[in-house]
């Protein structure tokens, strides 16, 4: 059991670290200048420079890369341009009661009103017992607001 942990452990960290510098290259990847966009469209070249310099984008890529490494294994993950300079850290701790509570109701609520290819109705059933192809029989529920 404490093999099976460990190698679990270990490729969740190999997934994250993954996603995170497949996050950060794709940043690189989009075309436009993250100064620009900051600084605004109507801003000087020295407004832009100096936005680049505060942001560390004059910095070469594997000194940004290891930064927000460092940055993202102490929690902080900046602040936010779109929401007029709030935490993002903040704003996920903010909406993730409601994360939680859509990811919960997905995993409880999926058996509920399958049916099987085949016509008959599988709802209840324990899993295991259930064959492995199923539709749902409901609509798609409306988006949740707040």
């Given at each position: 059991?404490?093999g099976?942990?460990l190698?679990?452990?270990g490729q969740?960290?190999i997934?994250i ?21 900051v ?7 020295q ?7 505060q942001l ?6 594997w ?12 929690g902080n ?31 409880l ?8 290819l ?7 059933r324990?899993p295991e017992?259930?064959?492995?192809v199923a539709?749902s ?10």
């Amino acid at each position: 059991m404490t093999g099976w942990l460990l190698r679990r452990l270990g490729q969740m960290i190999i997934v994250i670290l993954g996603v995170v510098s497949l996050a950060f290259l794709l940043s690189y990847v989009v075309p436009g200048d993250p100064a620009r966009l900051v600084a605004g469209p109507n801003a000087s070249p020295q407004a832009v420079a100096s936005i680049a310099r505060q942001l560390g984008l004059d910095q070469s890529v594997w000194s940004q890369y290891v930064s927000y490494l460092g940055r993202l294994a102490h929690g902080n993950l900046g602040t936010s341009f779109a929401l007029e300079d709030q935490s993002v850290g903040g704003e996920i701790w903010r909406a993730l009661p409601y994360t939680v509570w859509l990811a919960v109701g997905g995993v409880l609520r999926p058996r509920k009103g399958a049916v099987m290819l085949d016509g008959r109705d599988w709802a209840g059933r324990r899993p295991e017992r259930q064959p492995p192809v199923a539709v749902s029989k409901r609509q798609p529920e409306p988006a949740l607001t707040r």
